[in-house]
Every structure is written in structure tokens, then in C-alpha cells.
T-cell receptor
Framework: DSGVTQTPKHLITATGQRVTLRCSPRSGDLSVYWYQQSLDQGLQFLIQYYNGEERAKGNILERFSAQQFPDLHSELNLSSLELGDSALYFC??????????FGSGTRLTVV | QQPVQSPQAVILREGEDAVINCSSSKALYSVHWYRQKHGEAPVFLMILLKGGEQKGHEKISASFNEKKQQSSLYLTASQLSYSGTYFCGTLNYGGSQGNLIFGKGTKLSVKP
């Protein structure tokens, strides 16, 4: 157990639908990051939150949104899903100047 | 800017050494190294900070040349457990606003 909890582990949904992925960071970490990893691809940065505020955005589609709540857990919302959104979605948390701790990921399959 | 990793893949026999390189076109504040096994999450190996400070929790060494904006990961006396894909992640500035940009990865296979 890395200390970062992601739910659900697997998600199968139809095109056009909306899903929510949840992440609880490691205790004490204020930064939460979301990454997308497609088959045999690297880790693509989506968005970062720090202590409840959005701090950085990567190549996140307009159909995707995220937020971090007062208890520091974060949710990534994916809407109007397309086949190409099928991927592993990782959440990670960190303290300043320390390595990222990744959750086990949510495998999203859009059919 | 995405850092460039080389080589893309390497095959080793147990006990052999390997070097994985990571270079950036922009000035770096820090470089991170991670290993990801198939179907699992990336695992943090080491962070190298501007100024020379290093933090890691495994017996793997690395170097960080700030002027050349390059880092190298050294895997010595490789074991079967070293197999996986290694990613470098670069941070262009410190502070609370900063996210790692990862290279495309180097796939390392260690054979008996």
C-alpha cells in the first residue's frame, strides 16, 4: 500500500457517458497530480492541485475536469467519453522536493 | 518540454550494468527517476535537486549535470527485479507550483 488510494480500480463504460475517479493522497501531502497513461505510452500530465487550489494544467481536454476538496481528496471527472479516452489514470501525491507517490491507478475502458 | 530518454530499450544479463540518460532543453530544478513494472504504478527511486542534494531509497545511483541539463541513472550488478520501464521526470522550477514532465521511458529487461 503506497498510501495513495484510488477508486475504482477498474471501470467499463459506454461512449458518451460520464465517470468520476477518486483519489485520496498520502497523509500530509498537499499536492495531488493526475496523469493519463495509454497503452505502451508514457505518463501524460493532466492537472495539479495544491492545498485545494489548481496550480498547473497539462494537456487536459475540456471534457475533463477535476477538483480538490478541503480534506485534500481529489476527483477527476471525465465526460462525453470517447473510445480514445480508454487508459490508465494515475493519481499521485507529494510533499515539496520529495518524490511522487502514485496510487494503483484506475483502468478505464470505454466501449 | 518533454525530456528525452535514451536508450529506448536495453536487454541485460544478470550482473551486468546499465546507464539510462535523460536530457532536457530547458533549465532544470530537479530530476526524478521512477520504475514501473507492467500493470503496476510507477515507483519513486530517486530525486536529484539543483545544488546537488539527492534523495532516494534504493541502492541505485544517479548524477545530475545542471549545466548540461542532463541526468543519468546507473544500475549496477543488475538483478532480475530491476526489469521494468524507467522514467525520468523533470521539474523546471521549485515551489508548490510544479509538475513533473516525464520522458517516454526506457524499457529494461534483465535475463537470467
Amino acid at each position: 500500500d503506497s498510501g495513495v488510494t484510488q477508486t475504482p480500480k477498474h471501470l467499463i463504460t459506454a461512449t458518451g457517458q460520464r465517470v468520476t475517479l477518486r483519489c485520496s493522497p498520502r497523509s500530509g501531502d498537499l499536492s495531488v497530480y493526475w496523469y493519463q497513461q495509454s497503452l505502451d505510452q508514457g505518463l501524460q500530465f493532466l492537472i495539479q492541485y495544491y492545498n485545494g487550489e489548481e496550480r498547473a494544467k497539462g494537456n487536459i481536454l475540456e471534457r475533463f475536469s477535476a477538483q480538490q476538496f478541503p480534506d485534500l481528496h481529489s476527483e477527476l471527472n471525465l465526460s462525453s467519453l470517447e473510445l480514445g479516452d480508454s487508459a490508465l489514470y494515475f493519481c499521485a501525491s507529494s510533499a515539496l522536493n520529495y518524490g511522487y507517490t502514485f496510487g494503483s491507478g484506475t483502468r478505464l475502458t470505454v466501449v | 518540454q518533454q525530456p528525452v530518454q535514451s536508450p529506448q530499450a536495453v536487454i541485460l544479463r544478470e550482473g551486468e550494468d546499465a546507464v539510462i540518460n535523460c536530457s532536457s532543453s530547458k533549465a532544470l530544478y530537479s530530476v526524478h527517476w521512477y520504475r514501473q513494472k507492467h500493470g503496476e504504478a510507477p515507483v519513486f527511486l530517486m530525486i536529484l535537486l539543483k545544488g546537488g542534494e539527492q534523495k532516494g531509497h534504493e541502492k541505485i545511483s544517479a548524477s545530475f549535470n545542471e549545466k548540461k541539463q542532463q541526468s543519468s541513472l546507473y544500475l549496477t550488478a543488475s538483478q532480475l527485479s530491476y526489469s521494468g520501464t524507467y522514467f525520468c521526470g523533470t521539474l523546471n522550477y521549485g515551489g508548490s507550483q510544479g509538475n513533473l514532465i516525464f520522458g517516454k521511458g526506457t524499457k529494461l529487461s534483465v535475463k537470467p
